[in-house]
């Protein structure tokens, strides 16, 4: 096992100071880092991706380095100089509204990066899930085709958005000759076909330059305050005055009127793939997503939109929410697995109790590399080979975050607090990063200054604790 000191991001929409749960688990885990009450804290990386990479807490080396160094299942008998891993575990806080965005597959971010590797700096795909620490709410897939119908039919400013009779009326009359709305068959031929009409419809709506979305946005939040809610319940409505706080006139004020709205409570868990439509609103969750900062956007920023890439890379299906979670296994008594239909990754949450049975507190024996952090508690943690040859012995506490190498026994031997802790892993290799181009994102603010520099893939630096500054 190897201690690692990683990344905090400092995006605008993070929780302020001790308000943010990234910056006391943060601080709790390195010790020189000291929390700014006026600054945000959004985001703990825990990996090797480029833009945040873990260290080795006892030597200058990134994490990437140490496991091309050190033969193991990663290296592939091959002379790279970085090894990476093929997700980032995250923990964020969020205090209001992200982008409204989507990733995109590995074929799809092949083809955006070679055509443009400023905004997409590598190849792979970002498949994403999201576990509850506190209440949690997201945007997360269109609606099921039935909720979609009955907004348009309840908010004549949705309609004008998404095109009017033109488009707008195609789609509502493919989703009323479906049938069975509440149980729909997704491989009718009407289901097909209003996937296409919504597509028409998004499209329509995400022409660039309206000049009707500020009387649009003006209109809907009238028909709100005049009691009209569709399939809305109050707390979207909520969701949607508070976008109109944040983000004035911007187009994603209308998307939770055709995305899911999803409230997961704490030890909920959901996931989604390449090509679904989300947003992240509040809360604060352990995140795991591939190793890749692809991200194409719709709306709800300054950054660069590339309204084409979007349009052509959604799915356009229409999905109830519970579709999206991700129900835990039972793995031993202190162990519960969530795995998505992923390779990228797998979650373990881990809990030991003072009184947990030695049983219990052995870790299940992975085949691959592992991060660990510990977010609760206090105890001792004993390595040993497969043949149970001790490696050493560990103090661990709140804020710790571990690099657990293939196959290594890991078991709690005693626990003087209640621990809690997640551990992300995966049997893939990891994507090659060593020629990607590290860039501000290209954003829709004139004043922002764009540089191009080539990543020293190489390069070791201290092992201090690293906050990253980036707009949002």
Same mark, same amino acid.
């Given at each position: 096992m190897e201690q690692l000191q990683c990344h905090v991001k400092q995006y605008a929409w993070g929780k302020y100071g001790e308000q943010s749960e990234v910056a006391r688990l943060f601080a709790d885990g390195h010790t020189n880092f000291k929390i700014d009450e006026k600054t945000p804290y959004a985001e703990l990386w825990m990996g090797t991706h480029p833009d945040g990479p873990a260290q080795l807490k006892k030597c200058s080396t990134?994490?990437?380095? *140490?496991?091309?160094?050190?033969?193991s299942i990663l290296t592939n008998n091959n002379s790279a100089k970085n090894i990476h891993l093929p997700f980032i575990m995250k923990v964020m806080s969020i205090r209001t509204t992200l982008s409204l965005q989507v990733h995109p597959t590995k074929e799809q971010a092949r083809r955006l990066h070679e055509l443009d590797p400023i905004n997409y700096p590598d190849r792979n795909h970002k498949p994403e899930l999201a576990y509850a620490l506190t209440q949690f709410e997201l945007l997360c897939g269109f609606r099921p085709a039935r909720e979609i119908l009955k907004n348009l039919q309840t908010f004549p400013s949705l309609r004008l958005l998404f095109g009017g009779d033109k488009y707008s009326k195609p789609l509502e009359n493919c989703i009323s000759q479906m049938k069975h709305l509440d149980t729909v068959n997704q491989d009718s031929p009407e289901y097909q076909n209003s996937r296409? *009409?919504?597509?028409?419809?998004?499209?329509?709506?995400?022409?660039?330059?309206?000049?009707?979305?500020?009387?649009?946005?003006?209109?809907?939040?009238?028909?709100?305050?005049? %009691?009209?809610? %569709?399939?809305?319940?109050?707390?979207?409505?909520?969701?949607?005055?508070?976008?109109s706080v944040d983000f004035p006139n911007d187009i994603g004020i209308f998307s939770p009127l055709f995305l899911n709205h999803m409230i997961l409570q704490p030890g909920e868990c959901c996931y989604y793939a390449a090509e679904e439509l989300h947003a992240y609103l509040s809360g604060e969750c352990v995140e795991c997503v591939g190793c890749s900062n692809n991200t194409i956007r719709a709306a709800m920023t300054p950054k660069y939109i590339d309204r084409d890439a979007l349009c052509s890379v959604l799915n356009y299906k229409m999905t109830e929410p519970a579709d999206y979670l991700v129900k835990e296994r039972s793995v031993n008594g202190c162990v519960d697995e969530y795995a998505p239909d992923c390779k990228d990754f797998q979650l373990h949450r881990i809990r030991v109790e003072t009184n947990s049975t030695e049983q219990d507190m052995m870790m299940p024996t992975l085949e691959c590399p592992s991060i660990l952090v510990i977010v609760k508690g206090k105890g001792t943690i004993e390595e040993a080979t497969t043949e149970n040859q001790l490696i050493g012995q560990y103090e661990v506490k709140r804020g710790d975050i571990f690099y657990i190498p293939p196959k290594h026994n890991i078991r709690f031997t005693e626990c003087s607090e209640d621990i809690e802790g997640y551990r992300t892993f995966s049997d893939e290799i990891g994507p090659d990063h060593d020629t990607r181009l590290v860039t501000p994102v290209q954003c829709n603010v004139p004043t922002i200054n764009e540089k191009m520099f080539k990543l020293d893939a190489d390069m070791e630096e201290e092992p201090t604790a690293v906050v990253n500054v980036q707009i949002l």
């Open positions: 990134r994490l990437s380095t *140490y496991l091309a160094k050190n033969p296409k *009409y919504l597509e028409a419809c998004f499209r329509f709506m995400m022409v660039p330059n309206r000049s009707d979305v500020n009387d649009l946005v003006s209109q809907l939040l009238s028909e709100l305050a005049n %009691g009209l809610r %569709g399939s809305l319940e109050e707390g979207t409505v909520e969701v949607i005055r508070k976008m």
